[in-house]
């Protein structure tokens, strides 16, 4: 019942910025955690960013911290991913995922996709040099 839908993706060059959305509908959006991951071809899935239930903690994966920055929006059901700097080591399908919050939610949690019971389909990033 619980759908997540990501939008944004595309081409972009080095150096360059692209944003990515996601669209929750199904559930109550307010109680979730909210994480987004990403998957290159050949590669392992690969923690990006989370931001909790509240908006009011955020964490990143050290490949992109300080270049990326996650946001959510409880009026609207969405989560975005601001990604500045892009590199072409940034090139994957971007996902989207949504696990329901509970006390303990910190970032060793929110940071492995077992966390997460929901996922969207995924949304294809491609930085050319």
């Known amino acids: 019942q619980v759908q997540l839908v990501e939008s944004g993706g595309g081409l972009v060059q080095a150096g360059g910025s692209l944003r990515v959305s996601c669209l929750v509908s199904?559930?109550?959006?307010?109680?979730?955690?909210m994480g987004w991951f990403r998957q290159a071809p050949g590669k392992e899935r690969e923690f990006v960013g989370a931001?909790?239930?509240?908006?009011?903690?955020?964490y990143y994966g050290d490949s992109v911290k300080d270049r990326f920055t996650i946001s959510r929006d409880n009026a609207k059901n969405t989560v975005d991913l601001q990604m500045n700097g892009l590199k072409p080591e940034d090139t994957a399908v971007y996902y989207c995922?949504?696990?329901?919050?509970?006390?303990?939610?910190?970032?060793?949690?929110?940071?492995?996709?077992?966390?997460?019971?929901?996922w969207g389909q995924g949304t294809q990033v491609t930085v050319s040099t």
């Open positions: 995922a949504a696990g329901v919050h509970s006390i303990g939610s910190d970032y060793y949690i929110l940071r492995t996709a077992n966390h997460y019971n929901y």
């Open positions: 199904g559930g109550t959006f307010s109680t979730y955690d």
């Open positions: 931001i909790s239930w509240s908006g009011r903690r955020t």
